[in-house]
């Protein structure tokens, strides 16, 4: 079992930075993702990492915030971090981290098999 917590949502201004963190306890998975869901949309996926161990990960991301969005995790303290910045309106949601243990980054939510309880980002214009 694994339980992830998220934070660091809030309001910002387009063009603005916000940290999202999410702290999970229990089992220590190979693959963490953060996946967004906006009013009348479908969840999306928005970033993943991955590694089998050590320090080396894999990330991946959605055209849509490349270069804007970097995904992290700090092992020590449990957390999986999602950055993002020059954030625009249209990147408002509820932001879901989610957790796997198959091999290599995924995309579909389908494949998570842990998730947190959502934070909202709401990005003004």
């Known amino acids: 079992q694994a339980q992830l917590v998220e934070s660091g949502g809030g309001l910002v201004q387009a063009g603005g930075s916000l940290r999202l963190s999410c702290v999970t306890s229990?089992?220590?998975?190979?693959?963490y993702g953060w996946f967004r869901q906006a009013p009348g949309k479908e969840r999306e996926f928005v970033a993943a990492?991955?590694?089998?161990?050590?320090?080396?990960?894999?990330?991946d991301y959605v055209d849509s915030v490349k270069g804007r969005f970097t995904i992290s995790r700090d092992n020590a303290k449990g957390t999986v971090y999602l950055q993002m910045n020059s954030l625009k309106p249209e990147d408002t949601a509820v932001y879901y981290c989610a957790a796997q243990q198959r091999v290599g980054l995924r995309r579909r939510a389908d494949q998570y098999d842990y998730w947190g309880q959502g934070t909202q980002v709401t990005v003004s214009s």
């Open positions: 229990g089992r220590t998975l190979s693959g």
């Open positions: 990492i991955w590694g089998p161990g050590g320090n080396t990960y894999s990330q």
